[in-house]
Each structure stands twice: as C-alpha cells, then as structure tokens.
C-alpha cells in the first residue's frame, strides 16, 4: 500500500533524526514530496508512504511517540477533459484499466472509482491531461 501523511514539526523536534526509522526499523520506503522550515522553525514534511499495512501502521504510532502531528492525505488522479486527444496512450500503462477505450465511440474513458493512483499516466499523456492532486 501507498499513503501520503504530513507531518508538522515542533521547534524540538524538526532538526532530530527521527523519520529515517521509519526505513530502518519498519521496513517502509517513502518519498519526500514537500519538506519546508518555516522562520519559526516549525517544519512541515510530506512524505509518500510505501509498506505493508502493519508496517504503516506501526511506524506512524512510532512517529506519534514524538510532538509531530500527522495527518494523511489522499493523493488523487484526475484528468483534465478538455486536453484529452483520445490518443489512446494512456490505456496501455494503466494496471487497473481505468483508462480504458469504449469500442462503440472511440472515446478513452476515465473511471476514476479504479484508478489507483500510481502515477504511470502523468508522464506518458503527450498534452499533460492527467494531474496528480491530494485531498484531505
Ligand atoms: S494519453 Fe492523455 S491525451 Fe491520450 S488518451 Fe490518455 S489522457 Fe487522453
Ligand atoms: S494513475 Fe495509474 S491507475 Fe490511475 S488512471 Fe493513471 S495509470 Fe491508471
């Protein structure tokens, strides 16, 4: 599985080594998408998640020992209609066909309900129709 948290940092608590456990003692991998300091030296981190339930779950009560608050936020695919060429592309990487062709129009339809998000599309659509956000 795959989730993305923030985490807010206290001014005791954003310049010690605490996240790198998360890779050597609970066999997670993350991704850092947005690391900031603010001046008043409060620090934000949006790190992607990858790992096994279990080891998630384990790992983020590890994090809550310490004064960060963490808050999950879901990454979404979306697709901006009016760019879609109907090229086709896309279908072929998508693992779960939610970037599929409807024979009858020729037309590549977006089911959102089985996209799960895993990004192989953003690159590969020539105008950039796909767009990756996150909700709360
Ligand atoms: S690759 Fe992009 S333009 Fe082509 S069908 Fe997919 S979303 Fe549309
Ligand atoms: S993000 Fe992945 S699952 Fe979602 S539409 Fe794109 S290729 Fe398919």
Known sequence: MKKTV?????ETTWDKPIVYKLIKDFDLVFNILKAEISPNKEGLL????????????DGINYLKRFDIAIT??????????KKCLHCGLCTATCPTKALYVNRETMEVIFDVSKC????????ICPPRAMKVGFRN
């Not at 923030?6 to 206290?10: G, I, P, R, Y």
């Not at 999950?72 to 209609?81: A, D, L, M, N």
């Not at 799960?116 to 690159?123: G, N, P, S």
């Open 116 to 123: 799960i998000a895993c990004d192989a599309c953003i690159k």
């Open 72 to 81: 999950s936020i879901e990454k979404e695919v979306t697709r901006i209609e």
């Open 6 to 10: 923030v985490l807010t940092f206290k």
């Open 46 to 57: 949006v790190l992607e998640i990858t790992g096994s339930e279990e080891a998630f779950n």
